[in-house]
């Protein structure tokens, strides 16, 4: 009599299994064209003349700039007839578009350069930069009262002698860091801090030579989880002004962001908002503009946060059989299983792992011990091995430098709805979609990820998931010749 077999499902390694559909070659084109993880705009809201360091309170922006203000009153610099600079702002309608600008109220634009410039949370208190009566440049502060702000008051730890400027303040707002050419430095331009002790502003202490340079380090802006952002003229940049970052509590590293923030023009005067991944600066990377404001964000989500997909590569079950040998001497006789992949094995409780998904008929038969003729056929069963979760990268292995080189995304997530697939080239550009083209630029390795944000079903939670392929470019030139 036929008898139920049982069976325990366990899992366990790796899978590279792909389902017929699905291995076939997809003819696909990129929708859109690879970029950085980085993408830029520039605002609508710039002039004709400069506009710069940007920073967003309240729902608005401000900003420096040299345009005319609503006054109709033109100051021009006293020593080459430029326009000066004075604060302006701009209610905010979403992250690229704003309403009318505005000049800054009340006593802090003059026939001086005002900016750049920071305010505390409440934003009722600004800290900014102006020119005074030498034409040195220094921090002000000014409050906000019910008829505009107030008379600007110069800030006590200004240097004599010297210009400082460029203010920026940290969350719990009892530190400024600032730029100033005061002697003892370790350039041109140094950052600097000072910190609010008992209500004095302590003397003005250098950053060290681990964020200074021999050259010019200006524009500081801190975020809230303490990062420092700051532009600067050093050697290693892609040419004039670019925007460096560190931390400033640990201050080991220096990092330097790829274009497109940085250029071959000035980058500088960044804002970076709650998020930490999008914000606005400043560039006159426009050979026919003046500075302009941007606004960049990351379009593709950080890296790190997808875990690596890892799927089986052996299906393993249990099998036991509940009943006991009767009849014979079971003394003589055993339970033999046969797994219908050429693999066999005794027991009443086997252990059995398939190297592959397919239908496969499992037999039990009692067997003589020694001859392993069989004595009775015990039962029969056909098992299905499925098709498992998976994700795979679909594309050639090799690429000649500046072919096409088409990816696709091979999945079969019964348990996963996909709802969004990204793409890192290895290279510096990233895409979007479930097939995308690449063209490479230059010979070597290069390990293709694929980012899927992908839906539990069961949990409805989103999870970020991704595979790696490695893929080899050639150099065209040494391909031919052989």
Known sequence: MLKQICLIITCLGALNLFSQNENKAIKASSKKEDSSRIKIKRLKVNSENSDFCPFILNGKLFFVSSRYNELGVVYADDKNNAETTDLFYTKKIDSITFSKVKSLDGEINSKHNEGPFCFNKKGDIIYFTSNDASNLLKIFRSKKTENGWSAPEEMSFCPAGFSSCHPTLSQNEKTIIFSSDVSGGFGGMDLYQVRLENNVWTKATNLGKKINSENNE?????????KLYFSSNRKEGYGKLDIYFTFLDKKEKIYHPELPINSGSDDFGVFIDSSGTSGYFSSDRIAQNKDDIFYFYTWIPQLSDFNKFVAKDKFCYTFYEESVISGRDTLDLTYEWNFGDGQK???????HCYNKPGHYTVDLNIVQKVSGEVFQSQASYSLTVEEPEQISI?????????NDIVLSRSSALKKYTINKTYWSFGDGKYNEGAAVKHTYQKKGYYTVELLVEAKNQSTGKIEKLKVEKQIVVRDQKIYASK
């Open 218 to 226: 200006v524009f500081p802006f801190l975020t809230k989880d303490n």
């Open 345 to 351: 094995a005794r027991g009443e409780k086997i252990k």
């Open 394 to 402: 679909n594309s050639r292995d090799t690429i000649i430098t500046g």
